[in-house]
T-cell receptor, first 111, second 112 residues
Framework: DQQVKQNSPSLSVQEGRISILNCDYTNSMFDYFLWYKKYPAEGPTFLISISSIKDKNEDGRFTVFLNKSAKHLSLHIVPSQPGDSAVYFCAASGENNDMRFGAGTRLTVKP | DGGITQSPKYLFRKEGQNVTLSCEQNLNHDAMYWYRQDPGQGLRLIYYSQIVNDFQKGDIAEGYSVSREKKESFPLTVTSAQKNPTAFYLC???????????FGSGTQLSVL
């Protein structure tokens, strides 16, 4: 049973607009949440993270929001750029350090 | 240059054969991981290790085995018991709980 879910396999936005990628999780023991970006045939690269004691973390154009009661997090990219086009993975882990990933969302930013 | 090195980049397995994927890191990280990615799907956790000489099963450990005899090395063996081994395998490491993972460039395993 998947513990981290990304229900939107793809998202397309116009350059300059906001991209919102969503992620849900089922394991209430998860305390750490991360977003990764991935290109084909490469390993994912880290984007931004948030711990369960916070509800928002910002880094430049990227902001992650966490709603613990809903077991939901989202990644906002604003403004979106064509170079942001990639697959984005949500990941979560608990104190036992087992990091689980969602299925990914393919973001396409159109010029 | 610090990082994670996976080898080989491409690997072919014959029926009934065991193959071993190499993962080495010089980042001095305690934790190491193996994931499997199938086309169009996410990363599924096979095994992870938080410290030398210790490792835990992930969600899809059946048909795989690992060892962690040295801090910098975490090889994955795909045994003949794994009936559908064709996938992209990723190794990763981190400094510890909740910290970001650093990934290798992956090994594509195919069955002949």
């Amino acid at each position: 049973d998947q513990q981290v879910k990304q229900n939107s396999p793809s998202l397309s936005v116009q350059e300059g607009r906001i991209s919102i990628l969503n992620c849900d999780y089922t394991n209430s023991m998860f305390d750490y949440f991360l977003w990764y970006k991935k290109y084909p045939a490469e390993g994912p690269t880290f984007l931004i993270s948030i711990s369960s004691i916070k509800d928002k973390n910002e880094d430049g154009r990227f902001t992650v929001f966490l709603n613990k009661s809903a077991k939901h997090l989202s990644l906002h990219i604003v403004p979106s750029q064509p170079g942001d086009s990639a697959v984005y993975f949500c990941a979560a882990s608990g104190e036992n350090n087992d990091m689980r990933f969602g299925a990914g969302t393919r973001l396409t930013v159109k010029p | 240059d610090g990082g994670i090195t996976q080898s080989p980049k491409y690997l072919f397995r014959k029926e009934g054969q065991n193959v071993t994927l190499s993962c080495e890191q010089n980042l001095n990280h305690d934790a190491m991981y193996w994931y499997r990615q199938d086309p169009g799907q996410g990363l599924r956790l096979i095994y992870y290790s938080q410290i030398v000489n210790d490792f835990q099963k992930g969600d899809i450990a059946e048909g795989y085995s690992v060892s962690r005899e040295k801090k910098e090395s975490f090889p994955l063996t795909v045994t003949s018991a794994q009936k559908n081994p064709t996938a992209f395998y990723l190794c990763a490491s981190s400094t510890g709980t909740g910290e970001k993972l650093f990934f290798g460039s992956g090994t594509q395993l195919s069955v002949l």
